[in-house]
């Protein structure tokens, strides 16, 4: 019930090489070898973009961008254990680098690494106090660890930054639930279905609350409005929490912002 998974994400580029004499030299620079291996990873050329980008490194080492970008491309193609290494890089070379502490950290979720996780989400934290999506991430990595008390102290944070967020309020409803603070449940559950009627797993969830509370008739009744939001919860047994899961900076093909 408290279990999640955990994801990342991706960007791409191309070289070519001339001669001039007896020593090769890159006919493009690290910029347009970057470029090419995003298209690379958008065509899915897992292989060729990280080539790429080890060409752009060779040619600047000390760029932290092109270790980040080729953490994307090598999650993109499933090998995880390089990803980590190549973020673990950009950090050496850029400690402030919010996006890779979080990315870093959130593929150590991935790998059930979770205290490994936290310390990375935390690292984030600490260089942006404000950091919505760092603190959203290290409080499921914390419901993971089954340490509710500060779950839920990381959603209540993350909601005063975003009160609007229903994301926040519902896993903030499940941390709730699972530590057995069911009232705070209830009112998490229902702060998300005031935000967005249309919620089905808050209703879902509320339900699972209610019934805890036994308060039947409410839990019924809820989970009849999930059935009618999306006839599919009426497979999930109990309560649902595989929509949490600490997310990447960047989405598949999307640059990540404030490089």
């Known amino acids: 019930m408290t279990t999640r998974s955990v994801l990342l994400m991706l960007v791409l580029g191309s070289l070519v090489v001339t ?56 999650v993109s193609a499933g090998h995880l254990e390089l990803a980590v290494a190549d973020y673990d890089q950009a950090i ?20 059930k ?5 936290a310390a990375g989400f935390s690292r984030a934290i600490e260089i942006n106090g404000n950091d919505l999506l760092a603190l959203r991430n290290r409080g499921l990595v914390y419901h993971d660890l089954k340490d509710y008390t500060k779950s839920i102290a990381d959603f209540d944070r993350a909601i005063q930054i975003d009160p609007a967020s229903v994301e926040c309020w519902f896993m ?29 797993m808050s209703f879902l969830n509320r339900s699972h609350a209610y019934e805890k509370l036994g308060q039947t008739a409410l839990a019924a009744k809820d989970l009849a409005r999930a059935k009618s939001i999306n006839p599919e919860v009426g497979i999930v ?6 929509e949490e899961a600490p997310e990447p900076t960047a989405a598949p093909d999307q640059t990540p912002t404030n490089q």
């Open 113 to 117: 690494r979770f205290d490994e996780a």
């Open 19 to 74: 001669g001039v004499g007896c020593t090769p030299a890159p006919a493009h620079g690290p910029d347009v070898l970057l470029e090419r291996a995003k298209l690379r990873r958008r065509d899915q050329k897992w292989d060729e973009s990280v080539q790429l980008l080890t060409d752009a490194i060779a040619l600047t080492p000390e760029d932290a961008k092109l270790h980040y970008e080729r953490a994307l491309t090598h």
């Open 92 to 111: 050496k070379l850029r400690p402030e680098y919010v996006e890779a502490h979080n990315n870093r950290a959130a593929l150590l979720g991935q790998l």
């Open 237 to 242: 047994s109990e309560a649902s929490t595989e």
């Open 172 to 200: 903030r409803g499940n941390a709730c639930l699972d530590g057995d603070k069911l009232d705070e449940a209830v009112r998490s559950f229902t702060e998300a279905i005031r935000i967005n009627p249309q919620h089905s």
